[in-house]
């Protein structure tokens, strides 16, 4: 299946080298169905901190699933207000 | 800090007095509340005699308690109609504190309205009142520039008001110089610009020479700034995202969540965001050799401010923070990071806060008055504000006057105050603060985008209305006591996460004044302050209707989400539910 993948902030450098999606910081990637937040986590090496992620624009945990042509959207801890 | 200072500006007196008994169990914001309670009748006209401007640092001002130098700045407000607590950075509150001052309070109204005056207090902490037409109209920045020049080479602190407040805008804010001299931090929320205006006060400049304050206990406070310190450096927000990235590096979190308020609030995602994001920003911040990390105050440790800068890496404006950026741009179809910036420099040239004049351009180009995306006309429709045209006489009162002018209804206001940058429809939690909040919709009275989307101090769902109450009353309260101690809420993502960052505050205030603090003390003291505004505001006539939502967001779904409000009337009545028995155990019961 194939997914876009945003990162955002200090998680930018880690972007695969692939196809590019519909922004400046997403990349159109394909995963086996079924993956997990997780696993995508594990396979773009994310460092070893908390992050917030979202499938859709929806907050999910990371054993969430992802489905195929959905979006989704990590980033490390941010701030502001 | 044993003196309070009374500016008449009826009868052009400054006199020095010790603070009352009845004031003296209160700091910053709760001393700016207990004030107006006591001594600004409810029902009084914000811009008349009666009001009182009131400026008062923490209990940690003139300290080096980290992020422990914020001014509290407080009026009956002539936007919202309740008690206005704003709360600003900049240098101001730790030369006030410095000099022994726990607050200056501005009364009364010159006789003469075109008579400007500057109040000048020096190194022994004594203020005058001078006279200063020639201040007359000027802009923040040249207002600025003129004070430092009658001040020679003496080192101050400097408050100012632009054109607009002198014209008695709603919209108006009072600005703070900050630690390189810039006139660039804001008091912006309520219109208290239009209240320091009304009674010709045109400027205060504080003299920044006085010695940091003695603590009862030294060692203890050094080891509990220490753990304070260590706390808010290790914490990933405040250690990391906050300085590399400032404040706006909330644009892409708060569009992937559906919540970026698009084109007055009628889409919660902009597709220009990409090119005003706060990563963006920095890329252009960095290329053209702007200052991309720098406090707003001496003694910040967290250090989210930036300078923006033009192509020939010439001072623009500061920031651009988040609201002021979404504000000026994603809620008026702007997505050029220049237009946006000279739209926040124009709204700080005049003195208008940049949150509400963002929502009342985006209403005015709901009206079809302007063409949504176009910042050149939104810059000549603010110019109309100080050249008097018909239409600058209604944006300059804000949102609410603005649409009710030209016939708009969806209008994004709570208590006739413009909402920031969070739709409250797909992010319920902030919407509950905006509806409660005793200051009108205001994202910083309870901020519960921690819990809604960034995943700090724990996790409650956005798009639903369980657990939304109580998690804004949680954060409204320790944003009460917060803004007591004259401390950042930024240090509130630390705090929220690490119980080593909650009990350093505690320490730190205890080993400062001696007194003996709890965290049950730091809740009650925020509890305090946020009573004295419900029973001050309910006295001006506010009931439980003023505490809901526009209409339009109970009904109009949001895109992506076509999410609506749903959290319940009574869910919101009970945000509120402490205040008969704090009042109570205060002996309180109504204002002045
Ligand atoms: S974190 Fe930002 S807003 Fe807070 S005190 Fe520091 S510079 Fe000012």
Not at chain 1, 42 to 64: S, T
Not at chain 2, 192 to 199: H, R
Not at chain 2, 278 to 304: L, P, Y
Not at chain 2, 386 to 413: C, M, W
Request: hydrophobic letters at 40%.
């Amino acid at each position: 299946m194939r997914i876009e993948l945003a990162l955002f902030a200090s998680l930018e450098p880690y972007l695969p080298d692939s196809e590019p999606g519909s922004g400046r910081r997403t990349r159109m990637i394909d995963l086996p169905d079924g993956t997990t937040v997780g696993e995508v986590v594990a396979r773009l090496g994310l460092p070893d901190q908390p992050r917030v992620c979202f499938i859709d624009g929806r907050g999910v945990k990371e054993d969430a699933t992802i489905a195929g042509g959905s979006r989704l959207a990590i980033f490390p801890p941010v701030a502001g207000g | 800090m044993a003196d309070i200072m009374r500016v008449n500006m009826s009868d052009l007196s400054v006199k020095k007095e010790p603070l009352a008994a009845k004031y003296a169990k209160f700091v910053g914001r709760a001393l700016t509340d207990a004030i107006i309670f006591n001594e600004v009748p409810p029902k009084s006209d914000p811009l008349g005699a009666q009001n009182k401007l009131v400026f008062a640092p923490g209990l940690f001002g003139g300290t080096t308690a980290p992020n422990g130098g914020r001014i509290s700045v407080g009026a009956k407000s002539p936007l919202t109609g309740g008690l206005k607590e704003s709360n600003a950075g900049g240098q101001v509150a730790h030369a006030l504190a410095k000099l022994g001052l726990a607050a200056v309070v501005i009364e009364g109204k010159a006789a003469d309205p075109a008579a400007r005056y500057v109040l000048d207090i020096d190194g022994a902490g004594n203020g005058s009142l001078m006279r200063a037409d020639e201040l007359a109209g000027l802009q923040t920045y040249e207002t600025a520039a003129k004070m430092r020049e009658f001040k020679g080479d003496a080192k101050v602190a400097l408050v100012t008001i632009g054109p607009a407040g002198e014209l008695g805008a709603k919209a108006a804010g009072i600005a703070f110089s900050d630690p390189k001299e810039y006139q660039n931090r804001w008091a912006g929320r309520g219109g208290l610009g239009a209240v320091m205006g009304s009674k010709g006060l045109k400027g205060i400049a504080v003299a920044a020479t006085g010695a940091g304050l003695e603590h009862a206990d030294k060692d203890a406070f050094i080891a509990a700034v220490r753990k304070f310190s260590t706390a808010l450096k290790e914490h990933p927000v405040t250690g990391q995202g906050l300085p590399t990235y400032g404040t706006n590096v909330l644009a892409n979190i708060i569009n992937e969540a559906g919540g970026y308020p698009t084109r007055n609030f009628s889409d919660g995602r902009f597709a220009g965001v990409e090119n005003v994001s706060g990563e963006t920003m920095r890329e252009i911040t960095v290329a053209r050799g702007g200052d991309v990390k720098h406090g707003c105050h001496t003694g910040c440790v967290i250090q989210c401010s930036r300078y923006y800068v033009d192509k020939d890496g010439k001072y623009v404006t500061k920031g651009v923070e988040y609201e002021g950026a979404w504000a000026l741009g994603a809620d008026c179809g702007i997505d050029d990071m220049d237009g946006i910036a000279a739209l926040d420099r124009k709204c700080s040239d005049l003195g208008l806060d940049t949150i509400e004049m963002g929502a009342t351009l985006g209403v005015y180009m709901e009206a079809g008055k302007l063409a949504w995306g176009d910042w050149k006309g939104a810059l000549a429709a603010l110019d109309g504000i100080v050249t008097g045209s018909a239409d600058g006489k209604v944006l300059r009162d804000g949102a609410e006057a603005t649409g009710k002018a030209f016939g708009v209804t969806r209008i994004p206001t709570v208590k006739h105050q413009a909402m920031p940058a969070y739709d409250p429809r797909p992010i319920q939690g902030i919407g509950v603060t905006y509806a409660t909040s005793t200051q009108g919709a205001d994202h910083t009275a309870g901020y519960s985008i921690t819990s809604n989307v960034l995943g700090v101090g724990g996790t409650v769902d956005p798009l639903k209305p369980e657990g939304q109450a109580a998690l804004s009353q949680g954060l409204q309260i320790a944003t009460g006591m917060l803004d007591s101690f004259g401390l950042c809420i930024f240090v509130a993502f630390a705090v929220l996460d690490n119980p080593a960052a909650f009990e350093a505050i505690y320490e730190m205030a205890s080993a400062h004044t001696g007194d003996t603090w709890t965290a049950d003390d730091l809740m009650m003291l925020g509890k305090q302050a946020l009573t004295m505004e419900r029973l001050y505001n309910e006295a001006a006539g506010f009931t439980a209707a003023d505490d809901r939502m526009p209409s339009f967001m109970l009904t109009e779904k949001l895109p992506p989400h076509d999410a609506v409000f749903t959290v319940s009337d009574a869910d919101l009545d009970s945000v509120f539910d402490f205040v008969p028995e704090t009042a109570k155990a205060m002996g309180i019961s109504k204002p002045v």
